[in-house]
Nanobody, 119 residues
């Protein structure tokens, strides 16, 4: 019932920037948390950043000072500003949401968007 649509991925040179967006849709009562995760084939998925409905944020150590997560209060969209990108940032980035739907909390995931950092 809840869909997460990601956008903004693509190819960028080292040191460049990208802005990822995640737009939730559906009958959502409350989204408690939205986050961005990334995964490289053969490696474990890792948390990039997350933000709660109260605005509390958390970042993985490897992106601190370079990435910024934000949230739109009107439409619940989440954004990830990625600056000073490095080749090791190359991964599939997926949006996640912990949402209250019909009185229950569920975890939802987007399809993911590819981010490639290469010269």
């Amino acid at each position: 019932q809840v869909q997460l649509v990601e956008s903004g991925g693509g190819l960028v040179q080292p040191g460049g920037s990208l802005r990822l967006s995640c737009a939730p849709s559906g009958r959502i009562e409350t989204i408690y948390m939205m986050g961005w995760y990334r995964q490289v084939p053969g490696k474990q998925r890792e948390l990039v950043a997350r933000i709660t409905t109260t605005g509390i944020t958390y970042y993985g150590d490897y992106v601190k000072g370079r990435f910024t997560i934000s949230r739109d209060n009107d439409n619940h969209a989440a954004h990830l500003e990625m600056n000073s990108l490095k080749p090791e940032d190359t991964a599939i980035y997926s949006c996640s949401a912990a949402a209250l739907v019909d009185g229950r909390v569920y975890d939802y995931w987007g399809q993911g968007t590819q981010v490639t950092v290469s010269s």
